[in-house]
């Protein structure tokens, strides 16, 4: 199985940075294709331009491999902070730029957009890590886990992408070493599970 590993963080010392390629040691040792996309380390261009939105637009010819690659992944796994209960801006962007309309979704034959989508993604599973600061229980009594509804069901559901996990690892802050290690272990057992071996 060829996997996609999308990682948006800006240090290359991050613990983010380190579930991606535990993520890609766990893939390859399972005999499956790990592709890392580092949307910091390629300078990747956020900003959706007026000219790419329309369905059928002419677009950057990179933008549109990785839309078209996008889709015939057989999963994808995202790693990225939790900032602000959103993703970080450049990863927003990605999905405003490569998640792109005909290509991993379209709606159904007379809907102009306003109703049901058709996912049109090959990836039978998709795998959503996430680092924060804060606690479980906050989270969810204060802020309502905005990450949650946001990769499940405005991403990944809507592009076909049924079979969906999350794991939040938390609190990074003050974590230590040894919890580090044992998380990037849990990291890989959930990649083995989601990818069993080819």
């Not at 044992?182 to 069993?196: C, G, S, T």
Request: proline share 4%.
């Amino acid at each position: 199985m060829k996997v996609l590993i999308v990682l948006a963080h800006s240090d290359k010392g991050s613990f983010n940075n380190a579930i991606a390629r535990a993520c890609a040691e766990a893939l390859s040792a399972s005999g499956h294709m790990p592709v890392l996309q580092d949307l910091y380390a390629e300078g990747f261009d956020p900003l959706l331009h007026k000219a790419e939105i329309a369905r059928g637009a002419t677009i950057d010819a990179d933008i549109d491999r990785q839309s078209r690659e996008l889709v015939e992944y057989d999963g994808v796994i995202v790693v990225h902070p939790n900032w602000w209960g959103l993703p970080p801006a450049i990863l927003t962007g990605w999905i405003d730029r490569v998640v792109r309309a005909g290509v991993a979704y379209r709606f159904v034959e007379g809907d102009n957009g306003e109703g049901v989508p058709v996912g049109l993604m090959k990836a039978k599973s998709a795998i959503v890590f996430n680092t924060s600061n804060t606690e479980e229980k906050r989270e969810q009594d204060v802020f309502g886990d905005p990450l949650q509804t946001i990769w499940e069901n405005c991403v990944f559901k809507f592009c076909g992408v049924k079979n969906f996990e999350r794991k939040v690892f938390r609190i990074i802050i003050t974590s230590t070493t040894e919890q580090r290690k044992a998380w990037l272990e849990e990291a890989k057992a959930i990649v083995r599970a989601k990818f069993p071996r080819a």
